[in-house]
């Protein structure tokens, strides 16, 4: 038993060698030996990577894995963090038991990572929970498990935020840190939690070389976290760079040179430089209070822009049109009573209907209009979905129990394409496209230099891009219509 844990868990880069089979480590989880700071670190780009060798179990039949944690009774309000990255077979279970705060769970599949974890202010109570892995069937399975990490945790920009003056900026910044875990999860040696040694239930046997994890650097903090190659818009530690205009031909961004050999590895996504966590301290939340009332619009006068085409095209608004359909039902209303009233990625219950966010399910960005088939999210789960499709944010059981509340048949939730109808009947209707809908007030007013006329049709002609068989060149028209 203490060798097959033994053989999870790889070299931590900070320095020394981090053997799990102890009771007492987590204040060994990656201490933060540089300032991370708010400029590029001098040691790292953000360009570098490494390839660390996982073992982990195979199993030949059922069977199941628990890793315990045991996190003693601290002062109230003490920042605590624990998580780890892991590596499944598409037939395995992943739950969480007894842990009743907010958790991360992307039970991503082989060959592509996996994460779980959390970051929680504690209420002074012992506690106690587990993470289980369990076959679901009687096929083999396997699982790896990466840089299992528990503990308090500290950091410089936790810091920061306890000592900024606009409280309601910080308890912004700090209210859904269980979102970041476990890259964020920067455990001190204040607080010692107990994390044992997995129980290992089944026939099976441990293997030297089950596979490998992909790290790459954070030009900020100099860390070498978890990403996946195979599917990058299945995330962990990074931001995709790249999205609608694949694949990412940006140096440092799309390619990635291993620090241990001449290996370039080219991205088709391409990652953000920084970690997500240094994104959000570092970037986000030193740049966001600096940005000017036109450039925070910018987003929003496009999104509001691309509502206003649908409704057009579509010849009624989303709320309109539902009161049509169903005698007089608020579309709102019918989100949350389909919903239960929580968000269908955490299970959170949300404590009113202004607390839902209506998610399009399918996005604004690839042209699908909000109507019934909304999908209802918390604020953390509405942000971190943005733009994605349905198929690159749920895994295949919540595409499943998707298809299920919403009607959307499961075979589109997991078709990323655009909405064909859509760009259809903006097609049909190009001349009134361009001398009527383009030349409103609204989109022929400059902002910051940049016409929001401009800015909608580049996010159209995104959308028809990826459209497969549409051939529409909006945006050659609509230069030759502005040089006329």
């Known amino acids: 038993m203490s060798s097959a844990w033994a053989l999870v868990v790889v070299s931590d880069r900070s320095g020394g060698s981090k053997r799990a089979g102890k009771t007492e480590w987590a204040d060994r989880r990656r201490p933060s030996t540089r300032r991370a700071g708010f400029t590029v670190h001098p040691d790292t780009t953000g360009g570098e990577m490494e390839r660390a060798g996982v073992a982990g179990w195979r199993f030949s039949g059922p069977g199941s894995i628990q890793i315990s944690f045991d996190v003693p009774a601290t002062e109230p309000d003490t920042l605590l963090g624990w998580g780890l990255w892991f590596c499944i077979s598409p037939n395995v279970d992943v739950r969480v038991d007894g842990f009743d705060y907010k958790t991360t769970l992307d039970a991503f599949v082989a060959p592509n990572w996996g994460k779980v974890g959390s970051i929680w202010r504690s209420d002074g109570d012992q506690l106690e929970f587990s993470v289980v892995f369990q076959g679901v069937d009687d096929e083999p399975w396997e699982v790896a498990v990466y840089d299992v990490n528990a503990g308090a945790i500290a950091h410089d920009f936790f810091d920061g935020v306890a000592a900024d003056p606009d409280t309601k900026r910080a308890a912004?910044?700090?209210s859904n840190m269980w979102a970041f875990a476990p890259e964020a999860n920067f455990v001190t040696p204040a607080l010692h939690v107990a994390v044992s040694e997995p129980i290992v239930e089944g026939d099976y046997r441990t293997v030297d070389d089950l596979g490998e994890v992909v790290l790459k650097s954070c030009n900020r903090c100099a860390r070498?976290?978890?990403?996946?190659?195979?599917?990058?818009?299945?995330?962990?530690?990074?931001?995709?760079?790249?999205?609608?205009?694949?694949?990412?031909?940006?140096?440092?961004?799309?390619?990635?040179?291993?620090?241990?050999?001449?290996?370039?590895?080219?991205?088709?996504y391409g990652y953000q430089l920084e970690c997500r966590f240094c994104k959000k301290f570092a970037v986000n939340a030193a740049h966001n209070p600096q940005r000017t009332a036109s450039q925070m619009k910018e987003d929003g006068t496009r999104r509001r822009a691309i509502e206003v085409l649908l409704t057009a095209l579509y010849e009624g608004s989303p709320s309109l049109l539902?009161?049509?359909?169903?005698?007089?039902?608020?579309?709102?209303?019918?989100?949350?009573?389909?919903?239960?009233?929580?968000?269908?990625?955490?299970?959170?219950?949300?404590?009113?209907?202004?607390?839902?966010?209506?998610?399009?399910?399918?996005?604004?960005?690839?042209?699908?209009?909000?109507?019934?088939?909304?999908?209802?999210?918390?604020a953390t789960h509405n942000s971190a979905k943005r733009d994605r499709p349905p198929s690159e944010f749920y895994d295949a059981d919540e595409l499943v129990r998707l298809a299920d509340i919403t009607g959307i048949p499961l075979e589109e939730l997991q078709d990323p394409s655009p909405n064909v109808e859509a760009i259809a009947l903006l097609a049909d209707r190009l001349d009134w496209f361009f001398d009527d809908f383009l030349q409103r007030e609204e989109l022929q007013t400059e902002r910051d230099g940049k016409l929001p006329a401009d800015l909608l049709v580049k996010a159209i002609q995104r959308a028809i891009d990826l459209s497969p068989g549409v051939d529409l060149a909006l945006n050659d028209i609509y230069k030759r219509q502005s040089r006329s």
């Not at 190659?229 to 609608?244: D, G, I, K, P, T």
């Not at 440092?252 to 088709?268: K, M, P, Y």
């Open 224 to 268: 070498f976290l978890p990403i996946n190659v195979h599917n990058e818009r299945e995330q962990l530690s990074f931001s995709n760079h790249c999205v609608a205009r694949r694949p990412c031909r940006h140096a440092t961004f799309g390619r990635l040179r291993n620090v241990a050999s001449n290996e370039v590895l080219q991205l088709e």
């Open 172 to 174: 912004r910044l700090m």
């Open 322 to 378: 539902h009161r049509k359909r169903f005698a007089g039902r608020e579309l709102t209303e019918s989100v949350w009573k389909r919903f239960g009233g929580r968000c269908f990625k955490c299970g959170t219950q949300l404590a009113d209907q202004k607390a839902m966010h209506l998610d399009h399910t399918r996005p604004l960005a690839l042209l699908w209009p909000l109507d019934e088939t909304a999908t209802c999210l918390c």
